[in-house]
């Protein structure tokens, strides 16, 4: 088990892409959290398997249709099984 935390950068916020994420992150069975940052990028935090993972990754990378998505940053962590579930902050 895995635990990656993702800051993605462009034109992310207002675009569905926390939606996007989660939808993903539940059919996956991947817990943690992704919320909208006031410098206009979003934070992921994502735990899991190195398959999911590496998915989740992929989806942060491509975002949505009406997103644009210019970088991640991504950063491995301890797992800790924080999480239960996957939620959207605020």
Known sequence: MRRVHVFITGNVQGVG???FLRNKAM???VNGFVKNLKDGRVEALFEGN???LNAMLEFCRRGTFVSKVTNVDSK???FRNEFREFE???
């Open 88 to 90: 959207i902050r605020t």
């Open 50 to 52: 190195d398959g999911d």
């Open 17 to 19: 892409l926390r939606y």
């Open 27 to 29: 059919r996956l069975k």
């Open 76 to 78: 491995e962590e301890p």
